[in-house]
């Protein structure tokens, strides 16, 4: 396994700065073709972003109202059952309460394959997002005080833990005027937890799986083209 690591993470591209485009090379593919079961879960729930993000673009953004998504079949009932429940709910609380399915389920996998980077990363990003989302609705309310969001989640295993590290991070993005800025501020804090989790040049598991999660945050900013920059603004400020 670890000489299969070192294989892999010497062939994978280095990562750019956050916002410069990306090396033209499929790496989840990539890694995929090597039929690891450990490593195809972590790519299979963290793919599930995207799903999550493309039901919101398509419904509550664009308006299509006979949109209908389709999800990975290894998805657990409970949690397919809530995906698809888009048409029936408003737009804050469903978005709230996929993101929380995803981060237990990122969790759950967590533990399943013995990564303990991607068990501490689903509970900061869980952490996060929450914080992010009490900030947002607070501005939108005009309210002072905290929103109390527990109604909007749904029963997971996985709790937020709001660390001195988070609070600077979303003061950070709260005082930023420009809107993709503050989103560019929140992802590079994203990255610089992650970083310091991983164990660069150790070519373990969990290095690997640092490279997966900070890629998809890469790849989200790839998708922001010049035309589509606002449309997806309004879904990335969503949550």
Not at 154 to 176: G, R
Request: glycine content about 2%; overall charge negative.
């Amino acid at each position: 396994m670890a000489s299969k690591l070192y294989y892999l993470l010497t062939y994978l591209p280095s990562l750019p700065e956050l916002g410069e485009p990306l090396p033209k090379v499929d790496v989840f593919e990539t890694i995929k073709a090597e039929n690891n079961c450990k490593l195809d879960k972590v790519i299979d729930v963290l793919e599930l972003e995207q799903k999550i993000s493309q039901i919101a673009s398509n419904y509550y953004v664009d308006g299509q109202q006979d949109f209908e998504p389709e999800l990975p079949i290894w998805l657990p009932v409970r949690v397919k059952k809530f995906l698809l429940s888009f048409t029936e709910l408003e737009e804050h609380v469903w978005i709230t309460g996929a993101y929380a399915y995803w981060f237990d389920l990122a969790y759950e996998v967590a533990k399943k394959v013995s990564s303990s980077l991607l068990k501490a990363w689903a509970v900061n990003e869980f952490s996060l997002k929450m914080s992010l989302c009490n900030e947002r609705a607070k501005a939108v309310y005009g309210k002072s005080e905290d929103i109390q969001f527990e109604s909007y989640i749904p029963e997971v295993k996985i709790k937020a833990e709001i660390t001195e590290e988070i609070e600077n991070l979303v003061s950070l993005w709260k005082n930023e005027q420009d809107p993709m800025e503050s989103e560019l501020i929140s992802d590079r804090g994203r990255i610089s937890f992650v970083q310091k989790l991983a164990s660069h040049y150790s070519f373990d598991f969990d290095e690997l799986v640092a490279y997966l999660i900070e890629l998809r945050i890469h790849q989200r900013y790839e998708r922001l083209s010049l035309e589509e920059g606002q449309k997806i603004l309004k879904e990335v400020t969503a949550l």
